[in-house]
Protein backbone atom coordinates (compact mmCIF):
# COMPACT_ATOMS: atom_id res chain seq x y z
CA UNK A 1 0.00 0.00 0.00
CA UNK A 2 1.04 3.66 -0.75
CA UNK A 3 0.77 6.52 1.65
CA UNK A 4 0.90 9.89 0.05
CA UNK A 5 1.48 11.83 2.62
CA UNK A 6 0.11 15.95 1.78
CA UNK A 7 3.72 18.41 1.75
CA UNK A 8 4.23 20.78 3.92
CA UNK A 9 3.56 24.24 2.47
CA UNK A 10 4.35 27.62 3.31
CA UNK A 11 4.61 30.77 2.60
CA UNK A 12 7.43 32.89 2.62
CA UNK A 13 7.67 36.57 2.05
CA UNK A 14 9.81 37.68 -0.65
CA UNK A 15 12.12 39.72 1.73
CA UNK A 16 13.10 36.76 3.65
CA UNK A 17 13.85 34.26 1.01
CA UNK A 18 17.72 33.44 0.45
CA UNK A 19 19.56 34.44 -2.95
CA UNK A 20 19.12 31.07 -4.10
CA UNK A 21 15.24 30.76 -3.20
CA UNK A 22 14.59 34.39 -5.31
CA UNK A 23 16.69 32.12 -8.47
CA UNK A 24 14.11 29.82 -7.97
CA UNK A 25 11.28 31.91 -7.69
CA UNK A 26 12.22 33.67 -11.14
CA UNK A 27 12.68 30.15 -12.25
CA UNK A 28 9.80 29.18 -11.96
CA UNK A 29 8.08 27.80 -14.98
CA UNK A 30 4.44 27.39 -16.28
CA UNK A 31 2.99 26.60 -19.76
CA UNK A 32 2.44 29.43 -22.45
CA UNK A 33 -0.89 29.19 -21.96
CA UNK A 34 -1.09 29.77 -18.31
CA UNK A 35 1.40 32.98 -18.43
CA UNK A 36 -1.53 34.39 -20.54
CA UNK A 37 -3.72 33.87 -17.08
CA UNK A 38 -0.69 34.40 -14.32
CA UNK A 39 1.78 37.15 -15.89
CA UNK A 40 5.45 37.03 -15.94
CA UNK A 41 6.76 36.30 -12.67
CA UNK A 42 9.92 38.74 -13.07
CA UNK A 43 7.28 40.97 -13.64
CA UNK A 44 4.99 40.31 -10.38
CA UNK A 45 8.15 39.95 -8.51
CA UNK A 46 9.45 43.81 -9.41
CA UNK A 47 6.40 45.17 -8.50
CA UNK A 48 6.39 43.85 -5.06
CA UNK A 49 10.20 45.30 -5.20
CA UNK A 50 8.97 48.59 -6.02
CA UNK A 51 6.26 48.90 -3.33
CA UNK A 52 5.69 49.44 0.25
CA UNK A 53 5.44 46.04 2.37
CA UNK A 54 2.58 47.51 3.80
CA UNK A 55 0.39 47.41 1.27
CA UNK A 56 2.39 44.39 -1.12
CA UNK A 57 3.14 41.00 -0.29
CA UNK A 58 5.41 38.68 -2.68
CA UNK A 59 5.08 35.27 -1.30
CA UNK A 60 6.85 32.01 -2.41
CA UNK A 61 5.42 28.45 -1.97
CA UNK A 62 7.68 26.67 -0.07
CA UNK A 63 7.09 22.74 0.08
CA UNK A 64 8.98 20.36 1.85
CA UNK A 65 12.27 23.10 1.80
CA UNK A 66 11.15 23.65 -2.15
CA UNK A 67 10.15 26.40 -3.77
CA UNK A 68 7.11 24.99 -5.78
CA UNK A 69 5.12 28.78 -6.43
CA UNK A 70 4.46 32.32 -5.86
CA UNK A 71 2.21 34.70 -5.47
CA UNK A 72 1.59 38.35 -4.87
CA UNK A 73 -1.61 40.31 -2.13
CA UNK A 74 -2.07 43.60 -2.47
CA UNK A 75 -4.07 46.01 -0.59
CA UNK A 76 -5.18 49.63 -0.15
CA UNK A 77 -3.56 52.10 -2.59
CA UNK A 78 -1.47 48.89 -4.42
CA UNK A 79 -5.00 47.35 -5.09
CA UNK A 80 -7.16 48.10 -8.12
CA UNK A 81 -9.76 50.57 -8.39
CA UNK A 82 -12.65 47.56 -8.02
CA UNK A 83 -11.62 46.17 -4.86
CA UNK A 84 -13.38 47.15 -1.57
CA UNK A 85 -11.59 49.35 0.65
CA UNK A 86 -11.46 46.11 3.38
CA UNK A 87 -10.33 43.82 0.88
CA UNK A 88 -6.85 42.35 -0.42
CA UNK A 89 -6.40 41.19 -4.05
CA UNK A 90 -4.39 37.64 -4.90
CA UNK A 91 -2.55 38.11 -7.78
CA UNK A 92 0.13 36.30 -10.65
CA UNK A 93 -0.51 32.73 -8.06
CA UNK A 94 0.96 30.17 -9.83
CA UNK A 95 2.62 26.25 -8.76
CA UNK A 96 5.76 25.48 -11.31
CA UNK A 97 4.47 23.12 -14.08
CA UNK A 98 6.30 20.19 -12.52
CA UNK A 99 4.48 20.60 -9.32
CA UNK A 100 0.89 20.76 -10.06
CA UNK A 101 -1.64 18.73 -9.73
CA UNK A 102 -0.17 17.45 -6.01
CA UNK A 103 -3.25 19.33 -4.24
CA UNK A 104 0.51 22.42 -3.78
CA UNK A 105 -1.96 24.92 -5.21
CA UNK A 106 -5.10 24.51 -2.52
CA UNK A 107 -2.67 24.12 -0.38
CA UNK A 108 -1.13 27.71 -1.12
CA UNK A 109 -4.52 29.17 -0.72
CA UNK A 110 -5.30 27.71 2.90
CA UNK A 111 -2.00 28.85 3.69
CA UNK A 112 -2.98 32.43 2.04
CA UNK A 113 -5.87 33.13 4.50
CA UNK A 114 -3.77 31.99 7.34
CA UNK A 115 -1.23 34.43 6.53
CA UNK A 116 -3.86 37.31 5.51
CA UNK A 117 -5.79 36.57 9.28
CA UNK A 118 -1.96 37.24 11.26
CA UNK A 119 -0.38 39.64 9.06
CA UNK A 120 -3.00 42.19 7.71
CA UNK A 121 -5.77 41.16 10.45
CA UNK A 122 -8.04 44.12 9.56
CA UNK A 123 -8.84 42.49 5.79
CA UNK A 124 -11.73 41.34 5.68
CA UNK A 125 -12.00 39.89 2.19
CA UNK A 126 -9.64 38.36 -0.25
CA UNK A 127 -10.72 38.89 -3.93
CA UNK A 128 -9.68 38.39 -7.05
CA UNK A 129 -10.40 38.14 -10.87
CA UNK A 130 -9.89 34.89 -13.31
CA UNK A 131 -9.89 34.34 -17.03
CA UNK A 132 -13.17 32.33 -17.43
CA UNK A 133 -10.72 29.72 -19.77
CA UNK A 134 -8.42 29.19 -16.08
CA UNK A 135 -10.13 25.35 -15.24
CA UNK A 136 -7.74 24.72 -13.21
CA UNK A 137 -7.52 28.11 -11.31
CA UNK A 138 -11.67 28.56 -11.02
CA UNK A 139 -11.71 24.68 -9.62
CA UNK A 140 -8.76 25.06 -7.17
CA UNK A 141 -10.68 29.09 -5.87
CA UNK A 142 -13.50 26.92 -5.75
CA UNK A 143 -12.56 24.05 -3.42
CA UNK A 144 -10.57 26.55 -1.01
CA UNK A 145 -13.74 27.95 -0.03
CA UNK A 146 -13.53 30.91 -2.61
CA UNK A 147 -17.06 31.78 -4.37
CA UNK A 148 -17.92 33.57 -7.54
CA UNK A 149 -19.15 37.51 -6.44
CA UNK A 150 -20.70 39.84 -8.66
CA UNK A 151 -21.49 39.93 -12.81
CA UNK A 152 -18.82 38.65 -15.35
CA UNK A 153 -16.99 41.12 -17.31
CA UNK A 154 -14.44 41.40 -20.39
CA UNK A 155 -10.49 41.59 -18.76
CA UNK A 156 -7.28 41.69 -20.67
CA UNK A 157 -7.68 38.40 -22.77
CA UNK A 158 -11.31 37.30 -22.21
CA UNK A 159 -14.14 37.36 -19.83
CA UNK A 160 -13.04 36.85 -16.66
CA UNK A 161 -15.00 36.21 -12.88
CA UNK A 162 -14.75 37.75 -9.82
CA UNK A 163 -14.25 35.71 -7.15
CA UNK A 164 -13.67 35.97 -3.21
CA UNK A 165 -13.36 34.39 -0.02
CA UNK A 166 -14.96 36.22 3.50
CA UNK A 167 -12.22 35.71 6.28
C1 LIG B 1 -4.20 27.21 -10.49
C2 LIG B 1 -3.00 26.45 -9.95
C3 LIG B 1 -2.22 27.37 -9.01
C4 LIG B 1 -3.51 25.22 -9.17
O1 LIG B 1 -2.36 24.60 -8.59
P1 LIG B 1 -2.29 22.98 -8.38
O2 LIG B 1 -1.19 22.73 -7.42
O3 LIG B 1 -2.22 22.29 -9.68
O4 LIG B 1 -3.72 22.75 -7.70
P2 LIG B 1 -4.17 21.49 -6.83
O5 LIG B 1 -3.33 20.31 -7.15
O6 LIG B 1 -4.25 21.94 -5.40
O7 LIG B 1 -5.64 21.23 -7.42
C5 LIG B 1 -6.74 21.99 -7.01
C6 LIG B 1 -7.96 21.52 -7.79
O8 LIG B 1 -7.87 21.98 -9.15
C7 LIG B 1 -8.05 20.86 -10.02
N1 LIG B 1 -7.30 21.05 -11.26
C8 LIG B 1 -5.96 21.09 -11.40
N2 LIG B 1 -5.64 21.23 -12.70
C9 LIG B 1 -6.83 21.27 -13.37
C10 LIG B 1 -7.20 21.42 -14.73
N3 LIG B 1 -6.26 21.57 -15.69
N4 LIG B 1 -8.53 21.44 -15.05
C11 LIG B 1 -9.48 21.30 -14.10
N5 LIG B 1 -9.19 21.18 -12.78
C12 LIG B 1 -7.89 21.15 -12.44
C13 LIG B 1 -7.54 19.69 -9.23
O9 LIG B 1 -8.03 18.47 -9.78
C14 LIG B 1 -8.08 19.99 -7.86
O10 LIG B 1 -9.42 19.68 -7.73
P3 LIG B 1 -9.90 18.20 -7.24
O11 LIG B 1 -9.16 17.94 -5.97
O12 LIG B 1 -11.36 18.35 -7.10
O13 LIG B 1 -9.48 17.24 -8.29
C15 LIG B 1 -2.09 25.92 -11.10
O14 LIG B 1 -2.87 25.21 -12.02
C16 LIG B 1 -1.35 27.03 -11.83
O15 LIG B 1 -0.27 27.45 -11.43
N6 LIG B 1 -1.92 27.51 -12.97
C17 LIG B 1 -1.25 28.50 -13.81
C18 LIG B 1 -1.34 29.91 -13.27
C19 LIG B 1 -2.77 30.35 -13.02
O16 LIG B 1 -3.67 30.12 -13.80
N7 LIG B 1 -2.96 31.04 -11.87
C20 LIG B 1 -4.24 31.59 -11.50
C21 LIG B 1 -4.34 32.99 -12.00
S1 LIG B 1 -5.90 33.72 -11.54
Redesign the pocket.
Known amino acids: MTTTLAPRVHLVDWRALTAAERDAVLGLE?SAA?LE??GAVGKSVASCEAATPAEVAGLAVRADDRIVGWVVLKRGAAAPAWVAADAAVVSG???DAR?????????ALAGLAAWVARHWPRTALLA?R?DDD????I??YE?AGWVETGARHVGRVGVERTMTLRL
Do not use: E, P, T
Request: net charge positive.
Open positions: IQFALRIHQGRGLGGALVNAAGRAK
